[in-house]
């Protein structure tokens, strides 16, 4: 009697769904069709499994997208603070090249910024680990202790908005026609746009991203 037979349903010896690949599936969504199409059905069919498969991982939408962010925050480059913890260079330096990379990565994930700024890291080990080498590299700084954190988190706010500018319109400071006229304003926005060089300019960045950027940045880490 042939003892090949097909095997039977049963467990699979791997598991189809794990965190990671539940990230990646979720950010290649979002990557190609936007967030709005990020759903639990979406990502289920996606994976080709059902969606009951998915919560024995994420909780939910929220769960999922602290998931994603955390997958996301491997693209931002640490190169530079772990090379000022191996005193390479200058941590202000390093702080400066980690937050633009930081700027870079998630303008181009928005919808995530609101996870990460007012949800616990504690699910996010790659947020975490970040995190802790940020302070390390502010540790190093003539920065008082008690001040890391502040810094820290005044830092990330400062990106957080700075990803939120790269998308903003030419004319969001635009107040033609306004009555009053705004003149202290208007005069500001005049005296800015005529300072821009060409090399301030790209054909993907509007020009309230790049030198603001550089300005609040500086200014964040001028006494490090």
């Known amino acids: 009697m042939a003892m090949n037979s097909p095997r039977g349903r049963g467990r699979p010896s791997k598991a189809v769904v794990t965190r990671t690949a ?29 969606p009951s498969a998915l919560y024995n991982h994420v909780r939910n939408k929220a769960d999922l997208l602290i998931v994603i962010q955390d997958e996301v925050m491997t693209s931002v480059d640490t190169s530079p603070l772990d090379a000022a913890i191996a005193g390479t260079l200058s941590p202000k330096k390093a702080l400066a090249a980690w937050a633009r990379s930081y700027r870079d990565v998630f303008s181009q994930h928005l919808p995530l910024v609101q996870i990460i700024a007012t949800f616990p890291i504690i ?56 009555t009053p006229d705004p003149t202290f304003l208007h005069d500001a926005v005049v005296k800015f746009h005529n300072s821009i060089c060409p090399p301030d300019q790209t054909d993907s960045q509007n020009i309230y991203a790049e030198t603001p950027f550089t300005v609040g940045l500086n200014a964040l880490l001028a006494d490090l």
């Open 22 to 50: 539940i990230a990646q599936a979720g950010l290649s969504i979002a990557s190609t069709r936007g967030y709005e199409a990020l759903t639990m059905a979406a990502l289920a069919r996606h994976l080709g499994v059902a």
């Open 123 to 178: 699910g996010a080990p790659e947020t975490v680990k970040i995190y802790n080498k940020a302070a390390h590299v502010l540790q190093l700084t003539a920065l008082e202790p008690h001040l890391i954190l502040p810094r820290l988190i005044a830092l990330e706010s400062f990106i957080y908005g700075s990803a939120f500018d790269v998308h903003a319109p030419e004319n969001i400071f635009d107040t033609t026609g306004m």
